[in-house]
């Protein structure tokens, strides 16, 4: 069964500071993957999202992410946080050839962005 | 459009009731989705559906049942509560799972007492 793990739980910036978030998976096969965030008192809404193509992907809000096959691994950056940011970030893996049972999402990582 | 809804958000349930969350969907998604949320451990995939009249079992299906009569509907069934149930409920909706994201509702927090 496939696993993904953010290794980080508890992340906290200043304003203008840069972000990257890790997200690693295990699955052998090949995978699409997510993020979604959390606002507080909002529910999980969708940040951006990678299926094949340029591993670099951009999304909402200025966040982007890289994949990188051979480490199996989909972080996520942001150059220049805001307090605005402050959320829950969950990476989502989906395994192709599938059902839509194996949808997997990591634990989430808690950023808080000091003004 | 609505999006998805939830009903209710807040519940507090005694050890042995029972229960039903409802789910509703405005966007003709075929595939829904419940899911419960517990502090460091994430999303859990409770159960599934992908159409009408079809329900299928998730990560942590034990203690829930699900029916999907409509396809705009999708409940959630506690029929004798626990306290390990105590947890927030997400229900998310989407046109398929592979390629489309899903959208969530706002949330059920549930406690067991």
């Known amino acids: 069964a496939q696993s993904v793990s953010q290794h980080n739980h508890h992340v906290i910036l200043s304003e203008a500071a840069s972000l990257e978030l890790g997200c690693n998976y295990s699955?052998?096969?090949?995978?699409?993957l997510f993020w979604y965030v959390q606002y507080p008192g909002q529910h999980l809404q969708l940040l951006l999202k990678?299926?094949?193509?340029?591993?670099l992907v951009k999304g909402i809000k200025g966040f982007e992410a890289e994949f990188i096959k051979s480490k199996f691994s989909f972080n996520l950056r942001k150059p220049s946080v805001q307090w605005s940011d402050t959320a829950e970030y969950f990476c989502a893996v989906i395994p192709y050839n599938t059902n839509a049972g194996k949808s997997t999402f990591g634990d989430g990582t808690t950023l808080t962005v000091k003004p | 459009n609505a999006g998805v809804t939830q009903t209710p958000k807040f519940r507090v349930l005694k050890t042995g009731q029972s229960m039903t969350l409802l789910c509703a969907q405005d966007m003709n998604h075929e595939y829904m989705y419940w899911y419960r949320q517990d502090p460091g451990m994430g999303l859990r995939l409770i159960h599934y559906?992908?159409?009408?009249?079809?329900?299928a079992k998730g990560e942590v299906p034990d203690g829930y049942n699900v029916s999907r009569l409509k396809k705009q509907n999708f409940l959630l069934g506690l029929e004798s509560a626990a306290p390990s149930q105590t947890s927030v409920y997400f229900c998310a909706s989407s046109w398929e799972f592979t390629y489309n994201e899903q959208f969530f509702g706002p949330g059920t927090r549930l406690t067991v007492l």
């Open positions: 559906s992908v159409g009408e009249g079809t329900t």
């Open positions: 699955y052998g096969g090949t995978v699409n």
């Open positions: 990678y299926f094949s193509g340029d591993p």
